[in-house]
Antibody, heavy 120, light 112 residues
Framework: QVQLQESGPGLVKPSQTLSLTCTVSGGSISSGGYYWSWIRQHPGKGLEWIGY???????YYNPSLKSRVTISVDTSKNQFSLKLSSVTAADTAVYYC????????????WGQGTLVTVSS | QSALTQPASVSGSPGQSITISCTGT?????????VSWYQQHPGKAPKLMIYEVSNRPSGVSNRFSGSKSGNTASLTISGLQAEDEADYYC????????????FGTGTKVTVL
């Protein structure tokens, strides 16, 4: 059973960089066939794609966030990470990591989510 | 990147059937059989309920079914139960964005 777990600070100051890591267990990021993604949900709102990465390092970002987002992968640790720079209060949200089936394009496993608040 | 359009809310009584629509364009819902549906209870992560328009993952009740006609996909919940009260989101592959995926706006299902 694949499991994903987000980790990182729950509070980030405005203008700083939000950094989160997703640790994958029960399966290898290097096995191929999946994108490893970040999705966020503003309080009381819908789901928003941030971007995703293939184990090879190929990345795809939401155009609205592209200038501030970096997603990276560490296959040796079976982890992938999110960095979002120059954050504002508008970046306060629950951040989820999830696995995307490349064939079929659906998200089959999700982390539990972590609330990140941007505040001084 | 435009979100797929879903009704804000749908309600029904226990035992009834309800249908949630997800409307897109020929660049997403209408052009590909890559529509998926997710259930989200308050404070929880979304859960995959339907993939590739009408397929159910193992463990998902057969009361949930999916279909598509033109640019609109639908999720039907039959025999509505109290535990079905949640938010539901559709998602689709899209050729109109470099991101390739798009979510729906979300639907709150209320069991009366």
């Amino acid at each position: 059973q694949v499991q994903l777990q987000e980790s990182g600070p729950g509070l980030v100051k405005p203008s700083q960089t939000l950094s989160l890591t997703c640790t994958v267990s029960g399966g290898s990021i290097s096995s191929g066939g999946y994108y490893w993604s970040w999705i966020r949900q503003h309080p009381g709102k819908g789901l928003e794609w941030i971007g995703y990465i293939y184990y090879s390092g190929s990345t795809y970002y939401n155009p609205s966030l592209k200038s501030r987002v970096t997603i990276s992968v560490d296959t040796s640790k079976n982890q992938f990470s999110l960095k979002l720079s120059s954050v504002t209060a508008a970046d306060t949200a629950v951040y989820y990591c999830a696995r995307v089936q490349v064939l079929g394009t659906f998200l089959d496993y999700w982390g539990q989510g972590t609330l990140v608040t941007v505040s001084s | 990147q435009s979100a797929l359009t879903q009704p804000a809310s749908v309600s029904g009584s226990p035992g009834q059937s309800i249908t949630i629509s997800c409307t897109g364009t020929s660049s997403d819902v209408g052009g590909y059989n890559y529509v998926s549906w997710y259930q989200q209870h308050p404070g929880k992560a979304p859960k995959l309920m339907i993939y590739e328009v009408s397929n159910r993952p193992s463990g998902v009740s057969n009361r949930f079914s999916g279909s598509k006609s033109g640019n609109t996909a639908s999720l039907t919940i039959s025999g509505l139960q109290a535990e079905d009260e949640a938010d539901y989101y559709c998602s689709s592959y899209t050729s109109s964005s470099t991101l390739v995926y798009v979510f729906g706006t979300g639907t709150k299902v209320t069991v009366l």
